[in-house]
DNA sequence: GTCTATACAAAGATAGAC
DNA sequence: GTCTATCTTTGTATAGAC
């Protein structure tokens, strides 16, 4: 009775409008969202958004930082550990990358869309560069393969994780691939991509 | 004298404005651009679009169709091509796209982003389902590892290639990278790929 | 074809009552 | 805290002179 069964009335309407404005946003990117239609979508009034955060802007921004840790805190924990092997890091990561990424597939194409536009969004955010270059991942890759740069496998282990739910919207549009088909075969994935990932890594046999 | 050195000066006025357009268009997305900048970016009258193009809407179409064709139009004939062998094409492909995307690095997330928010953009344009499911190279992925999906390698295939491009305002931001060492990296590739693609392909050892 | 001026609509933000 | 009503700005599109 206290407690209504419908568990969007229990949300304060801060936490109401911040959900409203996430689906929103994401849906159609910053510039063509209409401060209404988030109103609108969270069942209050226009003024009542002002009210909480200051404006369209500031709404965005702590949207958008909890979707950059999302996308990024994932990664980050898992390339900077020590204590385990490259082949171990490239499995946990295209197993948990792609787990996170069914769950949420349009994750990707809306961060790197904003950032694109709002090259600023990414003035908050961590130390990505790191995990790029300094990394005990990278160091491992360049161990492994001192003739390349690192960066080549980890943009090709980054690349066949991530592009086929950037590509999605193409593929469900023609390739007539509906939800549950791309995610068998982005599950199929989480084992392939690091047998690939393998294969590349091998040094080629001495010529 | 009749034909003066300013190759800009040369350009019918709608040429300009079509030029000006793309180039704000890419870079702050449909949405953000408002037809004054495209304008004056052009250096002609706002009243001025209008009378060459109904309106913001009509302009966009046909950037992006224009946009959409050298995205795709360059896959098709490698990909459909029945005269070459799988290891040819992907070297092809390879080669090519890499050209075409450092001359338009900002192309693929530009497009994908569009294609995000409005998927209608894609109707116009041509059967790129048949390149994933039907095509000569879809059919000798097939041929070569029949026991899975032949979109798993395409996917693979652009992801590699792609995928560095639509992430370049990220490693440019955030891994200090400019834009010559972007390119070197990028012509890597051309060779890399193939390569790599090679040893994806290579049927597993026995066991 | 090109301009100036302006109409018209939409969107972000605020004032003030309750 | 929440609403109604309104201000202000900005953006698309058009009218009409040259």
Redo the contacts between chains.
């Keep these: 009775m206290t407690k209504p069964a419908d568990p969007e009335s229990n949300l304060s309407t801060e936490e109401k409008i911040k959900r409203a404005a996430t689906e929103v946003f994401a849906?159609?990117?910053?510039?063509?969202t209409r401060t209404r239609d988030i109103a609108e979508a969270a069942g209050i009034n226009l003024a009542l958004l002002n009210y909480y955060f200051r404006s369209k802007q500031k709404l965005f921004d702590g949207i958008m930082l909890e979707k950059l840790q999302e996308l990024f805190g994932r990664i980050a924990p898992i390339f900077t550990d020590t204590s385990t092997s490259l082949e171990k890091k490239i499995e946990t990561f295209a197993d948990s990358y792609i787990e996170t990424l069914i769950k949420n597939p349009?994750l990707p194409?809306?961060v790197?869309?904003e950032?694109?536009?709002h090259?600023e969004s990414?003035t908050q955010i961590i130390?990505?560069?790191e995990l790029?270059?300094t990394s005990s991942f990278a160091q491992q890759l360049k161990a492994r393969r001192p003739e390349?740069?690192p960066?080549?496998f980890i943009?090709?282990l980054?690349?066949?994780?991530?592009?086929?739910f950037?590509?999605k919207?193409?593929?469900k549009?023609?390739?007539?691939m509906d939800d549950a088909s791309f995610n068998i075969?982005m599950t199929?994935?989480k084992q392939?991509i690091p047998?690939?990932m393998d294969?590349?890594l091998?040094n080629?046999v001495q010529s």
Aim: one cysteine or more; charged letters at 10%.
């Design positions: 849906q159609k990117g910053f510039a063509a349009e194409l809306f790197l869309s950032i694109r536009t090259p990414l130390q990505i560069g790029f270059t390349a740069n960066l080549h943009m090709c980054l690349g066949m994780t991530v592009f086929p950037i590509a919207p193409l593929l549009s023609k390739a007539a075969l199929e994935r392939l047998m690939w294969s590349i091998q080629p």
